[in-house]
């Protein structure tokens, strides 16, 4: 089977929301909220209200949820040393106008590398660096200003 992009649909209460779950020529993992709002159309030949819905957008709320946890075994290793990393700069930075919640590329590699323990040494940057762009790619990390953050709602 061969697809452009696969896009995910769940509700919420009263909003729903899509993801793009897999995309071939954009991002994967980003979505939005909406609501279905109801219109009437007309009328039918038997005097009968006809009534469709249309999308409603949601302001302010992008959505940007994870569909699994990571796959891969470096994935599932980086993540959690990843994500502390990041709460930590998080926490440290509240309050401080200068200071970045996120972290370089490249800092994370190196904050991280290690932690891949059961990669032989010689190898351990390049998987810890596969790692960290597949799950930047999955929406578990996003990228912004050349600075690496956990998502809004991460």
């Given at each position: 089977?061969d697809?452009?992009?696969?896009?995910?649909t769940?509700?919420?209460?009263v909003?729903?929301r899509?993801?793009?779950v897999?995309?071939?020529?954009?991002?994967?993992?980003?979505?939005?909220s909406f609501?279905?709002?109801?219109v009437?159309l007309?009328?039918?030949?038997k005097?009968?209200?006809?009534?469709?819905c249309?999308?409603?957008e949601?302001?302010g709320?992008?959505?940007s949820?994870?569909?699994t946890?990571?796959?891969?075994g470096?994935?599932?290793i980086?993540?959690?040393?990843?994500?502390n990393?990041?709460l930590?700069?998080?926490?440290?930075?509240?309050?401080?106008?200068?200071?970045?919640?996120?972290?370089?590329?490249?800092d994370?590699?190196?904050e991280l590398?290690?932690?891949?323990?059961?990669?032989?040494p010689k190898h351990?940057?390049l998987?810890?660096?596969?790692a960290?762009?597949a799950?930047?790619?999955r929406g578990?990390?996003?990228?912004k200003?050349?600075?690496?953050?956990l998502p809004?709602?991460?």
């Amino acid at each position: 089977m061969d697809f452009l992009s696969l896009i995910e649909t769940e509700r919420d209460g009263v909003n729903s929301r899509w993801r793009l779950v897999k995309s071939k020529d954009s991002e994967d993992g980003i979505g939005h909220s909406f609501t279905l709002e109801e219109v009437e159309l007309g009328h039918n030949e038997k005097g009968k209200e006809i009534k469709s819905c249309v999308v409603q957008e949601v302001e302010g709320a992008i959505y940007s949820k994870k569909a699994t946890e990571p796959r891969g075994g470096n994935q599932k290793i980086i993540w959690p040393a990843a994500r502390n990393t990041l709460l930590l700069l998080k926490t440290n930075a509240a309050g401080l106008p200068d200071q970045p919640e996120g972290i370089s590329f490249d800092d994370l590699v190196e904050e991280l590398k290690d932690v891949l323990t059961k990669i032989d040494p010689k190898h351990r940057l390049l998987r810890t660096k596969e790692a960290i762009v597949a799950l930047i790619r999955r929406g578990d990390l996003t990228i912004k200003e050349d600075l690496i953050y956990l998502p809004e709602n991460g």
